[in-house]
């Protein structure tokens, strides 16, 4: 499974850092990705890494901003979120599976992004 942690309230131009802990699986064997999801939109992939080669893939939307890391003795995923604007209000999943499909210019019209499975996610509220 995948637990997320460490959303909260934070001010326009802040930082916060998302953990993602996994458990029941072998951690080094899959991408972890995390995604999200704001009121009335569509889910979006923001980042991905490959644990066994270090490989990380972001969204345009958040490219030079956040960064994906890994504590691979710990099963932990992170997201460190700087310079947040009112628009990254969201809630953030992670989950486990190929980042070429996590992150992508075309999300999946039915909704299925074909990873194997999610975390419950934890929210970040942005103010202005």
């Known amino acids: 499974q995948l637990v997320e942690s460490g959303g909260g309230v934070v001010q326009a131009g802040g930082s916060l850092r998302l953990s993602c802990a996994g458990s029941?699986?072998?951690?080094?064997?899959?991408?972890i990705a995390w995604f999200r999801q704001a009121p009335g939109k569509q889910r979006e992939g923001v980042a991905c890494?490959?644990?066994?080669?270090?490989?990380?893939r972001y969204a345009d939307s958040v490219k030079g901003r956040f960064s994906i890391s890994t504590d691979s003795a710990k099963n932990i995923v992170y997201l460190q979120m700087n310079n947040l604007k009112p628009e990254d209000t969201a809630v953030y999943h992670c989950?486990?599976?190929?980042?070429?499909?996590?992150?992508?210019?075309?999300?999946?019209?039915?909704?299925?992004?074909?990873?194997?499975?999610w975390g419950k996610g934890t929210g970040v509220t942005v103010s202005s």
């Open positions: 989950a486990a599976g190929p980042c070429i499909l996590a992150i992508t210019t075309t999300p999946p019209p039915d909704g299925y992004w074909g990873m194997d499975f």
């Open positions: 029941g699986f072998t951690f080094g064997s899959y991408s």
């Open positions: 890494m490959d644990i066994s080669d270090g490989s990380r």
